[in-house]
Structure formats: structure tokens, C-alpha cells
């Protein structure tokens, strides 16, 4: 069966930094991309970066380029993302994601994940 809890979420002052972390279990993690996204009350699921299952490409949405660093430790089955220079407009809930699919250049799209988090809450106040 598998699993995929993300952590780290909270509430944090505007230019704040917070780290996501996420495990997944009951699958082979180093054959999966990995994702994070994002959604905010009335908004549709954002992509906000992926990553290879090799770790050797990532690539970010232009709003968190800059900012913030999607790494994993495959050793441990485990995904972070390190959020720096928070912003109110990066409040979402973020979950973390799993797939096989993968294209240099652009992330996989949130359906072609296969599996995904139940989400944790980040709040950025002003």
C-alpha cells in the first residue's frame, strides 16, 4: 500500500522560510518523479516544482523560482522543498505528489501523477 505524508507546514511571518518535507512508502521511490503542488481556497492546483527521480533536473513555476529548492534523499525515501522569502500569495495547502511520467522541460501536469499527499497548510501573513 502506498503512502505519501507530507510535513513541515505552519504559519509564518511575510520573507519567512519554512521546509516541506514528504516519505512515501510501498513504492520503489527512486522510479518515481517526484512533485509539489499547491492549491489555494477558490484556485485551481498550481504546480510549483518536480523533480527527476535521480534528482539530477528540477525545474520550478516562474512564481517560486528564486526561492525556493525542491530536493530529495532517495536513500530515505524522502522529498523536501526549503520556501525562502515567503510571501502571502504562497498560502496554499501543499501536497506532495508521485509519477512515472517525466519531460525535460516541464513538469508533469497534476493528473499524471500517481499518487498524491493529503496535504499540509502553509499560512504566510503580511
Known sequence: QVQVVESGGGLVQA??????SCTA???NFDGYAMGWFRQAPGNKRE????IKWDGTR?????????RFTISRDNAKNTLDLQMNSLKP???????????V????????EANEY???GQGTQVTVSS
Not at 15 to 20: H, M, P, T
Not at 89 to 99: K, L, P, Q
Not at 101 to 108: E, N, T, Y
Request: one cysteine or more; hydrophobic letters at 30%.
Open 47 to 50: 504546480g510549483v516544482s518536480c
Open 58 to 66: 528540477t525545474l520550478y513555476a516562474d512564481s517560486v523560482k528564486g
Open 89 to 99: 500569495e504562497d498560502t496554499a495547502m501543499y501536497y506532495c505528489a508521485a509519477g
Open 25 to 27: 512508502s510501498g513504492l
Open 101 to 108: 511520467i517525466w519531460r525535460d522541460g516541464r513538469c508533469p
Open 114 to 116: 500517481k499518487y498524491y
Open 15 to 20: 520573507g519567512g522560510s519554512l521546509r516541506l
